[in-house]
């Protein structure tokens, strides 16, 4: 069965920092792969995804993520962070034959402090 | 995208009752999921509910604990049953439109506190 890891779990920075959140799975075959955010009190929101292609991809309110096949990776990075960026971080995994299973890392909390 | 409403937002359960979590979508899914966010703690796939076919429960859940229905493409039932303060978590619907690809989409979630 395939795994999630997220290495960090509570992430705090100042405005204005860049971040990186990794996200490392275990699973041999050919995956999806998505970063899901959850701002305090609010239900999961996608932020980006990965199917195919270019291996770096950009998704919504200035973020992104680059696949690296070779070392399992899908980190999800942001050049800039703004105190509304302060929520919790789920990488995710679906290998292409498991019928639209998701698999969850454990999370990231991130705080940004203004 | 979809969108996916869910019921109640928000309860609190006495110990041994059982509560039902509806989940509506606004468009036809074959593929509905429920997912489990206990405090703290990431997400984890209960079970996957299938229109015209039982769901199918991942290692750990159990249809008598879970029950599910699945009447038709647009909406399901998740059962807590016989509910203890363990069972306090976030449940969450889910669903993989068709035009979506592979993107899954999740509901608000039920927010459920077991007393």
């Known amino acids: 069965a395939q795994s999630v890891s997220q290495h960090n779990h509570h992430v705090i920075l100042s405005e204005a920092a860049s971040l990186e959140l990794g996200c490392n799975y275990s699973y041999g075959g050919t995956v999806n792969l998505f970063w899901y955010v959850q701002y305090p009190g609010q239900h999961l929101q996608l932020l980006l995804k990965y199917f195919s292609g270019d291996p770096l991809v950009k998704g919504i309110k200035g973020f992104e993520a680059e696949f690296i096949k070779s070392k399992f990776s899908f980190n999800l990075r942001k050049p800039s962070v703004q105190w509304s960026d302060t929520a919790e971080y789920f990488c995710a995994v679906m290998p292409t034959n498991a019928g639209n299973m998701l698999t969850f890392g454990g999370g990231t909390r991130l705080m940004v402090k203004p | 995208s979809a969108v996916i409403s869910q019921k109640p937002s928000r309860d609190i359960c006495q110990r041994g009752t059982s509560l039902t979590i509806q989940c509506q979508v606004d468009?036809?899914?074959?593929?509905m999921f429920w997912y489990r966010q206990q405090p703290g703690q990431s997400l984890t796939l209960i079970a996957t509910?299938?229109?015209?076919?039982?769901?199918?429960?991942e290692s750990g859940f159990v249809i008598d604990k879970f029950p599910i229905s699945r009447p038709n493409l647009t909406f399901s039932t998740l059962t807590v049953s016989n509910m203890s303060p363990e069972d306090s978590s976030i449940y969450l619907c889910s669903v993989a439109p068709q035009a979506a690809g592979n993107t899954i989409y999740f509901g608000e979630g039920s927010w459920l506190t077991v007393v």
């Open positions: 468009s036809q899914v074959t593929m």
């Open positions: 509910a299938n229109q015209g076919s039982e769901a199918t429960y």
